[in-house]
Nanobody
Framework: QVQLVESGGGLVQAGGSLRLSCAASGRTFSYAMGWFRQAPGKEREFVAT????????YYADSVKGRFTISRDNAKNTVYLQMNSLKPEDTAVYYC?????????????????WGRGTQVTVSS
């Protein structure tokens, strides 16, 4: 019903920036969307979420002030602008969608997941 494809990952030096994109195919009207990440050997962790309207962006404490989530519903795309990157940001980043208007920090409450894009930050 819905497919999510992430892009924009890569290798950057500490202090650099990347912008991740998530292109959605299928209906995402009214869906909250967001990003999770997972490093090897670590649990999946919440990064950010946003409502369908673009309102109520919410961030994990570890990325507040550095990352910005946004969406363009006309393009059916969600973005994650990542600035001041740190080595601890290294992970696979996953785009997610939830079939409701409200977001969540709980991974199990999201209905659709992309395959992920690798972000590596070197020191």
């Amino acid at each position: 019903q819905v497919q999510l494809v992430e892009s924009g990952g890569g290798l950057v030096q500490a202090g650099g920036s990347l912008r991740l994109s998530c292109a959605a195919s299928g209906r995402t009207f009214s869906y909250a969307m967001g990003w999770f990440r997972q490093a090897p050997g670590k649990e999946r962790e919440f990064v950010a979420t946003i409502l369908w309207s673009g309102g109520s962006p919410y961030y994990a404490d570890s990325v507040k002030g550095r990352f910005t989530i946004s969406r363009d519903n006309a393009k059916n795309t969600v973005y994650l602008q990542m600035n001041s990157l740190k080595p601890e940001d290294t992970a696979v980043y996953y785009c997610v969608a939830k079939t409701s208007r409200t977001g969540s920090v709980v991974s199990g409450q999201y209905d659709y997941w992309g395959r992920g894009t690798q972000v590596t930050v070197s020191s």
